[in-house]
Each structure stands twice: as C-alpha cells, then as structure tokens.
C-alpha cells in the first residue's frame, strides 16, 4: 500500500477503485459492544450499521466523533475512522476536522448531557457555522453514565439521585435550541422505529452543512419509559406527529387529527372532522423563515403529548469549511502560491554588506 | 559616552540612545514608536524594543493608568534590550512625565508637550504644582515644546477641524525626534501616505505635524544641536525588523511548508496573542486556515480535530486561556497525536495584567493537566527567535506525535529587534511520515493496523488521518491497550503505557542540542541560567560583568521539558548557579528537583523584563560571596536571601534560595 497522502489535505488510498459493496458486518467493529441489556442505543447502532452500506460511502472516508457519555461508546462499535473525545467538545473537534478534511463524512454522536449541558456553547456554534457534519443527539432525558442525574432535558419536578425533591430546572427542547442556533436541518426520529431512524439519518446525511438529528432513546435502567406515552406501539398512531414535506400535517389511526395554524399564528392539534383538510398546514421544509418550524418543534410540550417527529427544516446555507476553502483558493488565484522567502521580506528589509 | 547618560552639548555622535515615548493612550505614542524603530531599523542601528501599554483601549484621559509608552534602543553596536534608563523622554501630558520621570538618571533629556501642562491635566495627574516650575526636574535638561499649538496651527488652513488636527501631535513629537538623532523624514512621509489613503483630511495633518515638528528642532534653536547614532556593524544580511508574535506566526508558515501540511489555527482572541491570528489570516495564500473559536476549549479542540484529519493543528493563548485549555491537551497527551499550544504568557493569576509580560506558566505548562501527562516545552528567548523556536515546537509536536506548548511572553510577542533573515533552503526539513499500511499480524494471521504500535527509536505512534482503507481505527481519551489501541482498564498495561508516554518525552532529550554554554574560557565559578525573554537582559548583565574584569557564564535552555541532556553536568561544573525568572522561581524548582543543585533564584514580578543593571548586580553579589566563602555556607546564604540586591531601585528582583 502506498501512502497518497496530499499536500493539501486530503488522504487517500481507493479514489479510483468504485465503492466497495458492504454489509452490515463490514461496519462493525470487533468490539464487544457495552451498553445496558435493553438499551434503546442498540436500536440506533443498528440503523446505522444498516444504512452505511445503502449509501455508498467509504469506510475510510467515514469518522464518527463522540463526547463523553453512554451514546459516546457508539464510534468505538464502528468499523470505520473514529475519536471517543471528552465531554461535550466533540462539534469543536469535527469542526476543525470538517473543515479541513471536506472530503470526509463526519458524524458526531452525542447526547442530552453531553451536547446540551457541559457543550451547549460548541452545539450552538456548529450550526450555527453551519460546519459540515451530522450530529446525533441520543436524548434519553437522563444521566446514564454517570447513574442517573436529572439532565438538561428532564422535565421539571423530576426526582433523581441528583433532585431527591424534584428538578427545579426548566428543560431544554432540543429542537427549538437547534433552530434558534440557525441550524439548516433539524429532525426528530425515536428509537422504536428503525425505520423512521434510518431514513432521519439519510436525510441527515445528505444534508450539506450541519445537520441535527434528535433521537428519543430509551434508557431502559435510568429513565425506563420516559416516552413510552408516545412511541410504544399502541400510542404511536395517536401520539406521534409524522412531518411530510409538501403534505398536510395529520395522524391518528385514520388520519384524522391534524395541526392547523391560527390567526395568531400558534400551530394547534385539531379534529380534521372539525376544520376540514384544506385547513391543514402543509409541512414545507425549506421555508426560510424558521418560525414555523419552531412552533412545531413546541407543540408538544413534552413526550406525553401528540409530538412530531421527522424532518423540521431543510434549507441551504453556505458552508462553513467550503466558503473558508473558497476564501483561501481565492486569495491563491489573486496572490500565486505563498512563497515564504518573500514573506519574510513582506516588511521594509534591508542589506548589512 | 556612558551607556546611561547624555549630554548633547559634548558631542554629536552617541553609540547608542534609549529613546521613551510617552502619553495617553489615544496619543498614538505606540505609533509613532513604532514608526522611529522602523526608520532607524532601515538607518541600520541595532536595536531593541518595549512598548509598555495599559490593558484599557482608552483608559481615562490624562490620568496615570492611562498612560502608555514605548522604549526603543537605538545602537551603532549589537544590543540585547530596550536599555534600563532612557536617555530621553517624551512626555506628552503631565502624567506622562509623572509616570515615567523616576526611571531617568539624572542627566537625563525631557521633552514635554508644555500645551498640555495645564490646571486640569496636572491635577488629573496629581501634580499640586506644576512640575516644570518647582524645580522639581533640575537633574534633567528639560526641552518645553508646544506641540499641541503648533501642530494645530500649521493645519489651519488645510480645513482640517482645530479638534482633529491636535490629534496630530504625536507626529510632530515623531519629527522632532527625528531631527535630534539625524533621521530622514521622507520615509515616514510615504508610510503615512500610504495608511491613511483615502482620508485625506487625517494624512494632510499628520504629514504637517511631521514637517513641523522636523523644521521645529532646525529653526528654534533649542537644541544645541542634533545627534547621530550611526549603523550598527551587524553580521551580514538582510535584514527586518520584527516582533516576537509575527516571527511566531511566520514560524508556522514556514514550519508549514517545510512539512508538507495544511496549517490550521483554532483561537479565540485574547492579549497579547490575537496578533498571531492577525497575522496568520492575512496569509491564505499558504493555504492557512484561521478560526476563531466560540471559546478557548473549542479553538484547541478544532486544533485536535484537524490534527487529527492530518494538518498542522495550532492555538494559541495566554493567561486564562490557556487555563481551559488543559482538558483538551490532556486529551491530546492520550491520542498522542502532533498538536502545538502558543503560550504568550502575560501576568496573572486570572485575569490579571493583560498587558504586561511574566514567566510564570512554566509549572503549568509542566504539570497543569490532571494524571502523568507530560508533554515537550520550547520556549522562545528573543522576538525573532520565535521563528526558530516556533520551527523546532512544530518539529517536536510531528515527530513524536504530541501536544507541545511553545512558551513565549508579552516581552517578546510586542517587542521587536532586527533580524537577519535566514536563508529558507536552511529551514528544518519535517517529516509527517504518515502511516502507510498495516503494521501488525493478528492472532489470525491478518495484516492490520494498529494505532499504538510505538517506533523503536521515538516511541511515537502512527499517525493515520482518515482517509485510507485498511487503516480505520479507533482513538479515544479513555486508556487504551498497549499496541491495539482498544480502550483497556487493565492496572499493568495501564502503568506500562503511562511510563511508556513519559518516557517518549523524556527521550526527547537526545534529539536536542547540548546545553549552549557562553562561557569565555570556561573558569567561570558562578552560572546564570534563564529561559525564556529573559535572554536580553541576562545576556547584557553578563557583558557588565565581565566588562568589570569578572568571570561569568550563561546558559540559555530552550528546551524546558525535557531538559538537555547534559544539563545536569553543566550544572555540576560551576561553584554557584543563579537562575533569574520573571516569576516566583519556577525553572529553580524544576532544577532543584531534577537536578539536586542548590540554585540561588532571583526573581522580579513587575510586568515589565529584568534590566540589565539589575541583572548586573545579583550576578556581582553572588560572585562577592562566593569569593568571601565557599558560598556555600549558611552565614553567606542568609545574607543573600531574600535582600534586595539593587540598591537604587530597593524592589528590583528578589533573590533568595
Ligand atoms: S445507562 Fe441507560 S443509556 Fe446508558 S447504556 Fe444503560 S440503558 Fe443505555
């Protein structure tokens, strides 16, 4: 094997060579994997071993980056490049790795802790960079690694190791912080639903720019049931809001609550019988304005309420690590090649005989 | 001539002169400092520079805190600071003067803005009476020049707005100053042409004030007469004048390229190391990278990151910043992958002296990150040494796959000497030598590859950025097992990979230079030892010293972690080793703990460098007792520890052991 590493970057050994065909199998890595019997992150695992080979990459084009938590084991399961990092700074380190290596997939694993707590500030920044990657939040509502303190997604009053008494803290909806941020994709998926998962991170994946994927998870040891209400089997027809671009926006067994928007503009749950379908919001994710799609991500107050799930918003922003490498091609085509015995001259210089 | 005082009537050529600039912050005085360095660079003197500002952008006007100055060596010999006492001040306002007139000797000249020496600027200076007629300043020969009303007065007719025109003043300071030491004007006529295109208004002005203050000095027969300081006989060259931070960020260009890797700076601004990422984002046309992070954590983290995508990761910091950098270094002690920390050490703790210089992140940088997490140390000595030493961080940080923090200062990151350009053909290859293929046989029989496998000689281990198949891996901050890489909690693999790290650093030491020993002819007794911009300082001591007939050596380290392998021998061959430092006697410790050598510490913690008079006396005290005793005994010691050892400034570096 030869070393092709580039000058400007870019690492490669099977550029020329088509796509290999894989399977699951050829995703995962030898590692046992150590999460808890029951775990909803094993669902997840799975969506992803699955859809890698669907969507012709390349393993060794393809990075998974995590904080630290238990969603954060996940790279360590992955046959592919990957850097368990440290507590809530891995948007920072995929975005200096993003943003140098465009040719690569960088995928970030997180969780409600990791991402919203201790690395709130890098989640916001990311997006709001718009930085190539797709980050993966696993919100299980919980402190699971660290046995079971409340998180920044714990609803209020909750009881946990950490709040015998009961959380005083207003949770975050990691949806409205998203698109608060100026995030350009912004989805939701659960872990019951292999199906909606892996399409949620298709979407993601295509998305260029960032993309934000929140994913209720089950933490079957901590927080045992925290949206059972809404994604067990028998709720979801009732509970579960599916986004349809261009479509109206309705569910129920037989489609017959929908979302309407008021004269006030809040989006509200309503008998279609009562309202009639052409009063339907139609879900459009490439509007704009990213109000709309923030009242949505509110509509629920919580997983006990009927909730949407699937893509929020879609748009095209520039990006961050192409617009720098545009910048920099720019100021080459302007310059030539920077040349460093004249940049040591750039100053006044002068000749001691 | 002395090197201390002046007397413009003895004669008109000086072999060298320390030259203050001194006003208000919003005066421009750091300017028009800039600009005479620049000409008398180009004139061909040696030279060395200070400026010595207020962390406030705009401290209230008139006042003492709001005082900024910049000190500049002008020599027709090679110098090695901005001198201890200037020969001439200007003192644009009262505070000025008042802030800066008890480091003059006497003898000493001063120009003052005599239009600002009014009621209300002397109170907000403290003055009861004004000091240019209570005879308060008889030791000085005191020039009074109205530079506000003149200035004002020569852009009356070019419409420029009396209030406008009066911030140009710190021109015609810069003309007359001119005058005095024989320097052309014409070059600083063109540079402000060219800064301030465009505003027409503002150039006009500040061209007049220039000329003015020029024809000033020709025609009010003031002075006696001018004086010259003449070129320096430098080796030759070509040469710039340059601050330690562009010399840092030209140092990673060229590390840059010689290495074949993209460059990426992950920072958030913070003083005095933004010019570093000032300089570096003018330069794309090296393919260099500039981001500006959130926060400190993420501009080191994106560093990582991209370090780990196989560029050349870089952040830099000072003071708090670095600070909350540690986690993230730590990290890159466990990935053992090449990144490089730039530590422009300012005062602390927190927050502070923003602006103002100290060496007292040196334990830090040592051991301020949780468990055995040693990593490499190269610290800078003069601005232009940045470069170098910049080159040989980068040099370290590839070779051995690892975090390294290059310790510069506030001293150097603002100060500027010339420097004679070296030849690029010259400039250290850097070797990436990435991973190729696998580099292990498996139980099964498989080639594959495995992350912590270590070189022999360097003990590094691979470095494979994404993007080749076969060598995918997983990387993380939990320990991993000797070879495989896999994340292992295993007590014994954990006690050999944590030996294993500390002693790829430690090997270090063979892959450096021996300690660099000035040592005239090697009788010497006592050894001074510094790091870091201390160099100057040390150095000029040195001279005096041995200009008094003494015999004395230096030694400089570079190399702070490890430290050069020979250090311990040298030590051992001098009777008395006096080890000064800009901060509580951190590189003292270091050498007593490694070394068991009972080094006598000397130490200042001012915000500004040693002088060399002071350097001067610790080295003669420490010589005096060693010749009075073995120097060795506790009567000697205890007179020695803790006194002050410079009698006219009493707080002027503190020695103790
Ligand atoms: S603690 Fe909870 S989230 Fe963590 S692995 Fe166990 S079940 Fe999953």
Known sequence: MTDLAQADGTHTNGASVPVPVTTRKDWSSDQEVRWCPGCGDYTILAAMQMLLPDLGVRR??????????????????????????????????????????????????????????????????????????????????????????????????????????????????????????????????????????????RRAHAHKGSSFVEIYQNCNVFNDGAFEQITGKDHRSEMLIPLVHGEPIRFGAEGEHGVVRGPDGAVDVVSVADVGESALLVHDEHRENPGLAFQLSRLSRGPYEPTPIGVFRDVDRPEYGLEMTRQVDAVIERKGEGDIAALLRSGSSWTVE | MSDTTMNEHESEVLDRVILRFAGDSGDGMQLVGDQFTNVSALFGNDLATFPDFPAEIRAPAGTLAGVSAFQVQISDHDILTPGDAPNVLV?????????????????????????????????????????????????????????????????????????????????????????????????????????????????????????????????????????????????????????????????????????????????????????????????????????????????????????????????????????????????GVSLELPLLIINIQRGGPSTGLPTKTEQADLLHAMYGRHGESPLPIVAAKTPSHCFEATIEAVRLAVKYRTPVILLSDGYLANGTEPWRLPDVADLPIIDPDFASGPNHI????????????????????????????????????????????NVSYDGDNHERMTRLRAAKIAGIANDIPPTDVDDEDGHADVLVVGWGST??????????????????????????????????DVLGRYRRVLVPEVNMGQLSRLLRAEYLVDVVSFTQLKGIPFRAASMESAILELIRTEDAGDGRSDAVTSSVGGTPVDGTVPADGKVSR
Request: hydrophobic residues 40%; aromatic residues 8%; negative net charge.
């Open chain 1, 60 to 201: 060794e084009n393809t990075v998974f980056l995590s904080g630290i938590g238990c969603a954060a084991r996940l790279p360590y399961y992955m046959n592919t490049y990957g850097m368990h990092s440290i507590h809530g700074r891995a948007p920072a380190i995929a975005t200096g790795l993003a943003t140098t290596r465009p040719d690569l997939d960088v995928w970030v694993i997180t969780g409600d802790g990791d991402s919203l707590s201790i690395g709130g500030n890098h989640l916001i920044h990311a997006l709001r960079r718009n930085v190539n990657i797709t980050i993966l939040l696993f919100n299980n509502q919980i402190y699971g690694l660290t046995k079971g303190q409340y998180s920044p997604t714990s609803e209020m009053a909750k009881v946990t190791k950490s709040t015998p008494f009961g959380s005083l803290e207003q949770p975050f909806n990691p949806l409205s912080l998203a698109l608060g941020a100026e995030a350009s994709f912004v989805a939701r998926s659960h872990d019951m639903d292999r199906k909606h998962m892996t399409e949620m991170f």
């Open chain 2, 91 to 331: 003192a644009m306002n009262p505070a000025a003067l008042k802030a800066n007139v008890a480091t003059l000797p006497p003898g000493a000249t001063v120009i003052v803005n005599v239009d600002a020496f009014e009621e209300r600027n002397l109170t907000k200076a403290g003055y009861d009476v004004n000091p240019l007629t209570d005879g308060s300043l008889s030791a000085y020969t005191v020039y009074e020049v109205p530079m506000t009303s003149i200035t004002t007065e020569v852009s009356k007719d070019a419409g420029v707005k009396p209030r406008d025109a009066e911030r140009s003043k710190n021109f015609f300071a810069l003309g007359l100053i001119c005058w005095l030491y024989t320097r052309p004007i014409d070059g600083t006529a063109e540079w402000i042409k060219s800064k301030y295109e465009g505003k027409f208004l503002v150039m006009e002005a500040n061209l007049r004030a220039l000329k003015a203050g020029y024809h000033f000095g020709e025609t009010a027969e003031l002075f006696a007469s001018s004086f010259e300081v003449r070129p320096a006989t430098l080796e030759p060259g070509e040469y710039v004048n340059i601050t330690g931070n562009t010399a840092t960020a030209w140092g990673l260009i060229a590390a840059a390229k010689q290495s074949g890797l993209p460059l990426f700076l992950g920072t958030y601004p913070i003083t005095p190391a933004s010019d570093i990422l000032h300089e570096l984002s003018k330069h794309k046309e090296f393919g260099v990278r500039t981001f500006q992070a959130e926060d400190e954590i993420a501009g080191i983290g994106a560093a990582l990151g991209a370090a780990f995508g196989g560029a050349l990761g870089v952040t830099t910091t000072s003071g708090p910043g670095v600070d909350l950098k540690a986690e993230m270094m730590g990290l």
């Open chain 2, 442 to 485: 498996d139980e099964a029989g498989n080639e594959v590859f495995w992350p912590y496998v270590r070189d022999e000689t360097t003990l590094a281990r691979p470095w494979a950025p994404p993007g080749l198949a076969g060598l995918e891996h997983r990387i993380g901050g939990l320990e991993k097992a000797d070879g495989s890489g």
């Open chain 2, 535 to 568: 160099y100057g300082a040390i150095a000029a001591g040195v001279r005096r010293v041995r200009a008094r007939g003494h015999k004395v050596a230096h030694a400089h380290l570079v190399h702070l972690n490890p430290f050069p392998a020979d250090l311990g």
